[in-house]
C-alpha cells in the first residue's frame, strides 16, 4: 500500500540521517556530554 | 459547528496556559526567554513546531500537487532529520553559549553595531514574508473549518487574530505549554484524518479495480479511468478557465516519495530546504528563540531523536490528502465551482476534508492544521516583535527603559507586525516561491556568522559579502519588472536567487575573511582569552 510505503520509508530515511549527524557529533564534540 | 470546536479548544489551551505562565512571567527576560528555565522537552516541542508550520502543511502539498507528487515529503526530511539536528546539537547551544538575547545582538557582537541593525532588518523582512505564509495557512485552515462558506479573507483575519493571542499574553513560556500541546493535537489530528479517509475510499471504491488506496492508484496509473470518472475534463476546465495548474500531472509514479531522478525535486525541494534552512533559519530569532530560553545546553541537545520524529513524520498525511483530493471528480468540482476558493490547489485539502470526513474528524484536522500554523506564526511574532522591540528601538535609542516600559513596548511591536502580516497574506495566494526569496536573505549572513564563530571575524569582509549577496539577489528578482535579462545559463532552478546569493556569499565570504584583517572567531581559545567576560564552558 503506497501511504504505508510512505510512512514507513520517511521514518527510516528520517531516523537514518538524524542518527548520521548525531553520531558526527558525538564523535568530535570532545568530552562529549551525557546525553540520557 | 467545527470551527466553534476548533475556537473553544484554541480559546480553553490558551486560557489554561496563560494561567499557567503569568505565575511565571514577571520581567521581559521572563516574557521573551522563559527566564532561560526551559527544560529539555519545553525546548524540544518549541522549537519541533517553529520550522513546522505551513512549510509541513499547505505549501507542501501545494508543491506535491504542482508536478512534484509525494515526493514532496523530502521536505520534512531536510527540515526535520538535517536542519534540526544540526540546530539543536550545535548552532542552538552556540547562542546559548553567548548569554544574549537576540540574533542580531549576536550579530553586533561579532561585527559591529552597524551589521546587527542590519541583520535585525533584513531578517524582520525575510520573516515577514514567511509569517505571511504562515498567515494564509492559517487563513485556509479556518476556510476548512468553515465548510468552505465564509469568505477566505475573513478567515485570514481570524487566523491572526488567533496568532496574536497565541503570543502576546504569557510570551515565550505560554508558546511552549501550547506547542507540547499542539504537537501532539497536530499528530493525532491529521493521522485521524487519514484514517478516516481509508475508510471513505474503502467504502467508495465499488466498481473499480482496487479498493480503498488502491483505487486512488489506479486512478493515477490509468489515463482511461481518469476520462471515464470524468477527471480529464473538470481538470482541463480548472486549467484553461480558472487559469489553475491543478491536476495537470495526473500521471503515475506521482504517487512515490522516490522520484529522485526529477530533477525539480532536488532543486525546488531538497536542496532549497536544506541550504535555506541551515543558513537563514541558524541565524534567525524565531528559529533561536528557543535555545535563547533553554535552561543549559542539555536542553538544547537531549530531545534530537523525538524531534525528528515528530517533524519528519508530520507533513505525510496533508501531501497524502491533497494527491487524494486531486484524483476525486466531486472534490475538483467543488474547487471548480465554489466561489470563496481563492486558489484551487491550496484549498484542495479542506475541500476533500469537507467531501469525504465526517463533521468533527474536519474540525479536528483542521485544529491540527491550525496548531502547526499558529506555533510558527506565533514565533515568528514573537521573534520579529523581538527584534524592532530590542535591536531597532530599545538598544540605539533607549537603552536604560525601565522592564515595564519594554513590556509594553514589545507588545506593540508584535501587534504591529501582526497588521503587516494580515496585509500581506490578503494580498497573496502562492507560498512557496515566497518561502525561497525570503530566505535567501540570510545566507550570506549565515556564512559570515560561522566562519566568525568558529574561525575569524572580519567586518569589511562581513559587509562586503552581504552587500553583495543582496545586490545579486535583488538583480536576480527583478528582471522582468526592471527590463533586463539575467545571463543565459540562468534557466530553469537557477532562476531562484538562493543558488547564486549561496555561491556568491561562500566564495565572497571565505576569500575576504581569509585576506582582509579580523579577530579570532567567537569560539576559538584566543578570543576567549582576549574577552574573558564572554567566556563560557564547552559542553
Not at chain 2, 557582537?109 to 523582512?125: D, E, V
Not at chain 2, 503515475?252 to 522516490?258: A, I, M, P, V
Not at chain 2, 542539555?298 to 491533497?322: D, E, T, Y
Request: glycine share 10%; proline share 4%; charged share 10%.
Amino acid at each position: 500500500m503506497w501511504v504505508a510505503y510512505i510512512i514507513i520509508s520517511q521514518i527510516v530515511i528520517g531516523m537514518v540521517c538524524c542518527g548520521v549527524i548525531f553520531l558526527i557529533w558525538k564523535l568530535t564534540s570532545g568530552r562529549g556530554i551525557k546525553f540520557f | 459547528m467545527a470551527l466553534a470546536v476548533a475556537l473553544i479548544y484554541f480559546v480553553v489551551i490558551i486560557v489554561i496556559s496563560v494561567i499557567q505562565s503569568r505565575k511565571n512571567v514577571k520581567s521581559s527576560d521572563d516574557f521573551t526567554k522563559a527566564g532561560g528555565g526551559m527544560n529539555w522537552l519545553l525546548v524540544t516541542f518549541s522549537f519541533v513546531l517553529v520550522p513546522l508550520g505551513s512549510g509541513h502543511t499547505l505549501s507542501l502539498w501545494q508543491t506535491a500537487t504542482s508536478g512534484i507528487g509525494a515526493s514532496a515529503v523530502w521536505w520534512a526530511i531536510g527540515a526535520g532529520a538535517i536542519f534540526l539536528p544540526l540546530m539543536m546539537l550545535w548552532f542552538g547551544p552556540w547562542v546559548k553559549d553567548t548569554r544574549l538575547g537576540t540574533m542580531p545582538e549576536i550579530i553586533e557582537r561579532m561585527f559591529g553595531r552597524g551589521l546587527g541593525s542590519l541583520h535585525a532588518a533584513f531578517q524582520t523582512m525575510t520573516w515577514t514574508g514567511i509569517g505571511i505564509s504562515e498567515t494564509i495557512a492559517t487563513g485556509t485552515a479556518i476556510f476548512g473549518l468553515t465548510g468552505g462558506n465564509l469568505n477566505k479573507n475573513y478567515c485570514i483575519i481570524i487566523g491572526i487574530v488567533l496568532m496574536l493571542v497565541y503570543v502576546l499574553f504569557g510570551g515565550v513560556l505560554q508558546m511552549a505549554f501550547l506547542n507540547v500541546i499542539n504537537s501532539i493535537v497536530l499528530l493525532v489530528g491529521s493521522y485521524t484524518a487519514l484514517g478516516f479517509l481509508g475508510i471513505y475510499l474503502a467504502g467508495n471504491a465499488a466498481g473499480w479495480d482496487g479498493a480503498g488506496w488502491a483505487m486512488i492508484q489506479d486512478i493515477y496509473n490509468n489515463v482511461g479511468t481518469q476520462a471515464e470518472m470524468g477527471l480529464t475534463a473538470i481538470r482541463d476546465f480548472l486549467i484553461t478557465d480558472q487559469g489553475l495548474g491543478i491536476g495537470q500531472y495526473l500521471v503515475g509514479g506521482q504517487l512515490s516519495n522516490f522520484q529522485l531522478g526529477n530533477s525539480a525535486l532536488w532543486f525546488e525541494v531538497i536542496l532549497p530546504v536544506v541550504v535555506l534552512h541551515t543558513t537563514a533559519g541558524v541565524v534567525s530569532q524565531c528559529m533561536n528563540t528557543p535555545f535563547f530560553a533553554a535552561k543549559d545546553n542539555h536542553a538544547c541537545r537531549k530531545g534530537v531523536f523525538l524531534g525528528c520524529g515528530l517533524n519528519i513524520v508530520s507533513c505525510i498525511p496533508w501531501v497524502v490528502m491533497s494527491l487524494v483530493g486531486m484524483a476525486l471528480p466531486k472534490v475538483l468540482e467543488a474547487a471548480a465551482t465554489n466561489p470563496n476558493v481563492k486558489d484551487a490547489t491550496a484549498d484542495i485539502v479542506p475541500l476533500l476534508a469537507i467531501e469525504a470526513l465526517p463533521a468533527p474528524i474536519v474540525g479536528l484536522m483542521m485544529v491540527s492544521l491550525l496548531a502547526a500554523c499558529l506555533s510558527t506564526g506565533g514565533s515568528i511574532l514573537m521573534g520579529n516583535g523581538m527584534v524592532i522591540a530590542s535591536d531597532v528601538i530599545k538598544r540605539p535609542w533607549k537603552p536604560n527603559m525601565s522592564d515595564k516600559s519594554f513590556m509594553v513596548l514589545l507588545r506593540v511591536c508584535i501587534v504591529i507586525m501582526a497588521l503587516i502580516l494580515v496585509i500581506g497574506a490578503l494580498n497573496m495566494t502562492v507560498v512557496f516561491p515566497v518561502f525561497l526569496w525570503c530566505f535567501s536573505f540570510g545566507i550570506p549572513v549565515f556564512v559570515v556568522y560561522f566562519l566568525g564563530q568558529i574561525w575569524k571575524i572580519s567586518r569589511p569582509a562581513a559587509w562586503i559579502t552581504i552587500l553583495a549577496s543582496y545586490v545579486v539577489g535583488i538583480i536576480w528578482t527583478f528582471p522582468d519588472t526592471l527590463g533586463y535579462s539575467l545571463p543565459s545559463w540562468a534557466t530553469g532552478p537557477l532562476s531562484l536567487n538562493m543558488y547564486v546569493c549561496s555561491i556568491v556569499s561562500v566564495v565572497l565570504g571565505v576569500v575576504l575573511t581569509a585576506i582582509l584583517p579580523g579577530t579570532p572567531g567567537l569560539r576559538t581559545k584566543k578570543y576567549q582569552e582576549m574577552h574573558p567576560e564572554f567566556a563560557f564552558e564547552r559542553t
